[in-house]
Protein backbone atom coordinates (compact mmCIF):
# COMPACT_ATOMS: atom_id res chain seq x y z
CA UNK A 1 0.00 0.00 0.00
CA UNK A 2 1.31 2.92 -1.18
CA UNK A 3 1.30 5.93 1.30
CA UNK A 4 2.45 9.75 1.21
CA UNK A 5 2.17 11.92 4.22
CA UNK A 6 2.68 15.34 4.53
CA UNK A 7 3.97 17.61 7.38
CA UNK A 8 5.44 20.61 8.73
CA UNK A 9 2.55 23.34 7.73
CA UNK A 10 1.16 25.95 10.03
CA UNK A 11 0.45 29.31 10.68
CA UNK A 12 3.21 31.65 9.74
CA UNK A 13 3.93 35.25 9.42
CA UNK A 14 4.55 37.25 5.97
CA UNK A 15 8.44 36.85 5.14
CA UNK A 16 8.61 33.48 7.16
CA UNK A 17 9.54 30.17 6.32
CA UNK A 18 8.48 26.68 6.31
CA UNK A 19 10.02 23.30 5.83
CA UNK A 20 7.32 20.94 4.91
CA UNK A 21 8.34 17.29 4.45
CA UNK A 22 6.55 14.30 2.87
CA UNK A 23 7.28 10.50 3.95
CA UNK A 24 6.58 7.79 1.19
CA UNK A 25 5.79 4.06 2.01
CA UNK A 26 4.99 1.22 -0.15
CA UNK A 27 7.01 2.68 -3.13
CA UNK A 28 9.98 2.18 -4.90
CA UNK A 29 10.90 6.21 -3.92
CA UNK A 30 14.36 6.28 -5.51
CA UNK A 31 12.63 5.50 -8.57
CA UNK A 32 9.76 8.11 -8.40
CA UNK A 33 9.90 11.69 -9.85
CA UNK A 34 8.09 13.65 -7.21
CA UNK A 35 5.88 16.98 -7.24
CA UNK A 36 4.42 19.42 -4.33
CA UNK A 37 1.10 21.21 -5.98
CA UNK A 38 -0.92 23.64 -3.61
CA UNK A 39 -4.73 24.32 -3.59
CA UNK A 40 -6.05 27.21 -2.24
CA UNK A 41 -10.01 27.82 -1.42
CA UNK A 42 -12.07 28.39 -4.71
CA UNK A 43 -8.69 27.82 -7.18
CA UNK A 44 -7.59 24.77 -8.77
CA UNK A 45 -4.59 22.78 -7.72
CA UNK A 46 -1.38 24.49 -9.13
CA UNK A 47 2.16 23.10 -9.59
CA UNK A 48 4.54 24.39 -7.42
CA UNK A 49 8.04 22.29 -7.61
CA UNK A 50 9.15 19.15 -8.56
CA UNK A 51 11.86 16.36 -8.62
CA UNK A 52 13.98 14.36 -10.26
CA UNK A 53 14.33 10.81 -9.31
CA UNK A 54 18.33 11.18 -8.39
CA UNK A 55 17.65 14.82 -7.39
CA UNK A 56 19.44 16.23 -10.36
CA UNK A 57 16.90 18.33 -11.98
CA UNK A 58 14.76 20.62 -10.29
CA UNK A 59 11.69 22.44 -11.79
CA UNK A 60 9.09 25.35 -10.49
CA UNK A 61 6.00 27.27 -11.14
CA UNK A 62 7.65 30.94 -11.59
CA UNK A 63 5.42 31.62 -8.55
CA UNK A 64 8.29 29.71 -5.99
CA UNK A 65 11.15 30.35 -8.10
CA UNK A 66 13.94 32.14 -5.97
CA UNK A 67 11.74 31.35 -2.85
CA UNK A 68 11.40 27.76 -2.69
CA UNK A 69 13.55 24.99 -2.46
CA UNK A 70 12.72 20.85 -3.73
CA UNK A 71 14.80 18.55 -2.29
CA UNK A 72 14.56 14.78 -1.60
CA UNK A 73 16.57 12.14 0.71
CA UNK A 74 16.58 9.02 -1.03
CA UNK A 75 17.75 7.18 2.28
CA UNK A 76 14.52 7.77 3.80
CA UNK A 77 12.05 7.87 1.42
CA UNK A 78 11.02 11.52 1.90
CA UNK A 79 10.49 14.90 -0.67
CA UNK A 80 10.89 18.56 0.95
CA UNK A 81 9.98 21.80 0.27
CA UNK A 82 11.57 24.53 1.85
CA UNK A 83 9.48 27.58 2.06
CA UNK A 84 11.08 30.94 1.95
CA UNK A 85 9.66 34.49 2.14
CA UNK A 86 6.05 33.72 2.15
CA UNK A 87 3.93 35.56 0.86
CA UNK A 88 -0.26 35.42 1.97
CA UNK A 89 -0.79 33.97 -1.69
CA UNK A 90 0.81 31.05 -0.88
CA UNK A 91 -2.07 30.22 1.62
CA UNK A 92 -3.02 26.65 0.31
CA UNK A 93 -3.07 23.10 0.94
CA UNK A 94 0.11 22.07 0.24
CA UNK A 95 -0.19 18.37 -1.35
CA UNK A 96 2.89 16.05 -2.77
CA UNK A 97 2.88 13.61 -5.48
CA UNK A 98 4.65 10.42 -6.63
CA UNK A 99 4.81 9.30 -10.35
CA UNK A 100 5.00 5.88 -9.77
CA UNK A 101 5.04 4.96 -13.60
CA UNK A 102 7.74 7.67 -14.33
CA UNK A 103 6.08 9.48 -16.76
CA UNK A 104 7.46 12.47 -15.88
CA UNK A 105 9.94 14.60 -17.64
CA UNK A 106 10.94 18.01 -18.22
CA UNK A 107 7.75 19.47 -20.12
CA UNK A 108 5.73 17.36 -17.67
CA UNK A 109 6.32 17.59 -14.05
CA UNK A 110 3.32 20.46 -13.70
CA UNK A 111 0.89 18.33 -15.22
CA UNK A 112 -1.03 16.68 -12.10
CA UNK A 113 -2.26 13.89 -14.47
CA UNK A 114 1.93 12.43 -14.78
CA UNK A 115 1.65 11.65 -10.84
CA UNK A 116 0.15 8.56 -9.74
CA UNK A 117 -0.36 8.61 -5.58
CA UNK A 118 -0.93 12.01 -3.81
CA UNK A 119 -1.01 12.72 0.17
CA UNK A 120 -3.51 14.27 2.49
CA UNK A 121 -2.34 17.58 2.51
CA UNK A 122 -1.15 20.03 4.57
CA UNK A 123 -2.40 23.71 5.36
CA UNK A 124 -0.52 26.77 5.36
CA UNK A 125 -1.37 30.01 6.39
CA UNK A 126 0.40 32.89 5.64
CA UNK A 127 -0.98 36.06 7.58
CA UNK A 128 -0.61 39.71 6.44
Known amino acids: QVQLVESGGGLVQAGGSLRLSCATS????????MGWFRQAPGKEREFVAGISESGGRTYYADSAKGRFTISRDNAKNTVYLQMNSLKPEDTAVYYCAADFLQRANSGTYSNPSVYDFWGQGTQVTVSS
Open 26 to 33: GLTFSRSA
